[in-house]
């Protein structure tokens, strides 16, 4: 009969019980088990990379076997592992999520990337800082990383969650980031500003789709950091609308967005008339995820 319950076997090695969790993860057709497991066990044990491997032939302690028990039954129930861990790394830097906030994603470190080598090519007078700003900042990855990797930058921060800017202004407090963070839907916060820099990565999931996601993105990610209106392009159509709340446009706007969504967000910035070069940026697998225009 099918478990549907973990419970750790007694007197098991940390090996043996990395075997039985994964093996129930694998039972519970949760997506990469052994990876998961080991995840957990981890965060459990307060161990990671050589420390664990070294331990795995140790008793596992009794005193954290329902630690491990509780976590892997909220992973068979299709809770992500970064909200039971409570972290999520990005640039190689820890960041706290919890669900008022959207798991950082890998790909999403190209859009950094991309926006600190154009970033870097935009002059300015002597002694004149650059103005950076991140919409739909979430758990405040791409601000924070930006702060921290471009020291000569003013980053600032919005978003119109304000459970998500009590996150990102912890995880800026962590990391020793310097960010100015502001409430309110899209570019509204900055109105009057002459950002040099303007940074998103919106909610871009057609709402249609929303329902196919895989459960542990769809039934517990935050809906308003995934839902993007029938085709997937309102919020960006909206920060096109903005624009005029600023008092002069970005020199550079990077934008990150979901499969297929590249080629109508490009003549959206072409429509806008303000960059007169429009780069797409793939992601590791190819497939293109960026969109920047700037103007030179």
Do not use: C
């Not at 998500?164 to 899209?186: C, D, H, M, P, S």
């Not at 008339?273 to 960026?290: A, K, M, S, Y």
């Amino acid at each position: 009969m099918k478990r549907t319950t973990f419970e750790l076997t007694p007197q098991r090695s940390i090996r043996e019980a990395f075997v039985e969790a994964s093996s129930f993860l694998d039972g519970m057709r949760v997506m990469e088990p052994q990876r998961n497991a080991q995840l957990l066990l981890e965060h459990v044990l307060g161990l990671s990379g050589t420390s664990y491997y070294m331990a795995l032939a140790e008793p596992f302690p009794a005193d954290r076997r329902h630690a491990l028990e509780d976590a892997i039954n909220r992973k068979a129930q299709g809770v992500p592992a970064q909200y039971i861990i409570g972290e999520q790394e990005f640039y190689g830097r820890p960041f706290e999520v919890t669900s008022a906030v959207l798991i950082p994603r890998p790909e999403t470190e190209l859009l950094v990337e991309a926006v600190l080598k154009y970033g870097q090519e935009l002059t300015l007078q002597p002694d004149v800082r650059l103005k950076a700003i991140d919409i739909g900042t979430g758990s405040g990855a791409i601000a924070i990383t930006l702060a921290l990797q471009a020291a000569a930058w003013d980053m600032y921060a919005s978003d119109i969650s304000p459970a998500a800017l009590e996150v990102a202004a912890r995880n800026a407090k962590q990391l020793q980031a310097a960010v100015e963070f502001r409430q309110g839907n899209l570019l509204e916060p900055f109105a009057g500003m002459a950002p040099d820099i303007l940074v998103s990565n919106p909610p871009y999931i057609p709402a249609q789709d929303i329902e196919e996601l895989q459960p542990e993105v769809r039934d517990y990610e935050p809906r308003t950091a995934l839902d993007g209106g029938s085709d997937g392009l309102d919020p960006y159509r909206i920060m096109m609308e903005q624009l005029p709340l600023l008092s002069a446009p970005p020199r550079l706007i990077a934008f990150e967005l979901g499969m297929g969504q590249a080629g109508n967000v490009a003549q959206l910035l072409r429509q806008a008339g303000h960059w007169n070069d429009i780069i797409i940026v793939p992601d590791l697998v190819g497939i293109d995820r960026h969109v920047l225009g700037i103007a030179r």
